[in-house]
Nanobody
Framework: QLQASGGGLVQPGGSLRLSCAAS????????MAWYRQGPGKQRELVAF???????NYGDSVKGRFTISRGNAKNTVYLQMNSLKPEDTAVYYC??????????????WGQGTQVTVSS
């Protein structure tokens, strides 16, 4: 189960930090990612981080957004700086890994709205 938070209304050039915490019978996590879906657009990958710590970003957010894992390892953050109106979207977290029963899982958070507007 994932719980995402941190969205809201911000002016262009502002910052927001999203967080997503996973709970349940988790043995290990392989990837943690953020996606977004803007009005009238398809869902797109924003950023992901793998268990070893390597990260990757969509071209539109490189240099502005930073994905990181919390100390608890079951939490992922997305620091968003220099926000633009085109960043307006519902942001979803996705976490994939292995349960304590050694089955794979891929779970989605409920989505958090980010609106960038003056």
């Amino acid at each position: 189960q994932l719980q995402a938070s941190g969205g809201g209304l911000v002016q262009p050039g502002g910052s927001l930090r999203l967080s997503c915490a996973a709970s349940g019978s988790i043995f290990g996590i392989n990837t943690m990612a953020w996606y977004r879906q803007g009005p009238g657009k398809q869902r797109e990958l924003v950023a992901f981080i793998i268990s070893g710590g390597s990260t990757n970003y969509g071209d539109s957010v490189k240099g502005r957004f930073t994905i990181s894992r919390g100390n608890a390892k079951n939490t992922v953050y997305l620091q968003m700086n220099s926000l633009k109106p085109e960043d307006t979207a519902v942001y979803y977290c996705n976490i994939a890994g292995t349960t304590t029963s050694f089955t794979g899982f891929s779970s989605w958070g409920q989505g958090t709205q980010v609106t960038v507007s003056s």
